[in-house]
């Protein structure tokens, strides 16, 4: 009897140490901006409102009760954007966004929705394709790629949700430690052996997409790049994407050149709205 109560003394002394640095990982990670799981699929907290530090280039990030960087959504027709954290608009304010620009063209007859999510491959647009659909958009306009060519280990399609364990805020915490120590660290950029989406793959992922909302107009684009991966390109040029004119690299931050800087937003604003004048007409 006496063993069994000194067990189950160490297990609660275990469980409150455990609880103690859980707690204390929360209150570090508690400016941390995603829901759910950051190896398999995660997205933007809904009704954030917050500073993002971003190097040189700070700025406000604020989500509406859906998660996107966006107002509350109406009942007027809905266009919607896909794409990542070049969609998204990270690094610049939301008013100097391509899709805010472009929402002040059009008027308040349409609601676009900037559903761009940092990070977002293909693969985790599919993962999210119900939600998507229940917005019942009239338009869709796909910017995806840019992540999908990101070097990686493994092949998004084969990751698997993280146990729910290795979920927890202390595992985030120390992930976050090791994955700033190791960016200290590095001495060079090392080549990683795979795409994040394989050409052929990214095609299929396409395919899905498009096949999801038959009820609406879907267009492709080539999301401006200083470089983009000739692979992916390719697909896109065989689905008759639409070609964005060449954007120079001061369109882009200079430590960040997969971003558009404000100028970039803007350049990308008014071709989108001679393109959609153009489309929408057809």
């Known amino acids: 009897m006496k063993i069994l109560l000194k067990a189950l003394f160490s297990l609660g002394i275990v469980l409150f140490i455990l609880g103690c640095c859980e707690l204390f ?134 990751a698997t949700p993280t146990p729910w364990l290795f979920r927890r805020h202390l595992f985030q915490w120390l992930q976050q430690i090791k994955g700033q120590s190791a960016g200290n660290s590095s001495k060079g950029t090392v080549e990683l052996p795979t795409f994040r989406v394989l050409p052929d793959d990214f095609q299929q992922n396409l395919s899905m997409i498009v096949k999801a909302f038959p009820k609406a107009d879907v267009l492709l684009y080539q999301f401006p790049q200083v470089t983009y991966s000739p692979d992916h390109a390719l697909v896109l040029e065989e689905m008759d994407a639409l070609q964005p004119p060449a954007f120079t690299a001061e369109a882009f931050f200079v430590d960040d050149p997969i971003h558009l800087n404000p100028q970039g937003h803007r350049q990308l604003a008014n071709w989108l709205m001679d393109t959609l004048k153009v489309s929408t007409q057809d």
């Not at 109406?74 to 690094?91: A, D, E, M, Q």
């Not at 761009?116 to 985790?124: E, L």
Request: aromatic share 10%.
């Open 25 to 158: 990982a929360w209150t570090q990670m508690r400016h941390n901006i995603y829901d759910g799981d950051s190896g398999y699929f995660w997205q933007l907290k809904p009704n954030l409102d917050q500073q993002i530090a971003n190097g040189s280039h700070p700025f406000q990030l604020t989500t509406n009760s859906l998660g996107f960087r966006d107002t509350e959504l109406t009942s007027k027709p809905v266009w919607l954007f896909l794409g990542c954290s070049t969609t998204l608009g990270w690094g610049v304010e939301q008013e100097h966004t391509f899709l805010h620009l472009l929402q002040q063209e059009i008027g308040d007859t349409i609601d676009i929705v900037n559903a761009g999510q940092p990070g977002w491959s293909s693969v985790q647009v599919l993962h999210d394709i119900s939600r998507l659909q229940s917005l019942n958009p009239t338009l869709v306009v796909i910017g995806l790629g840019v992540r999908d060519a990101q070097r990686s280990f493994v092949e998004d399609k084969y």
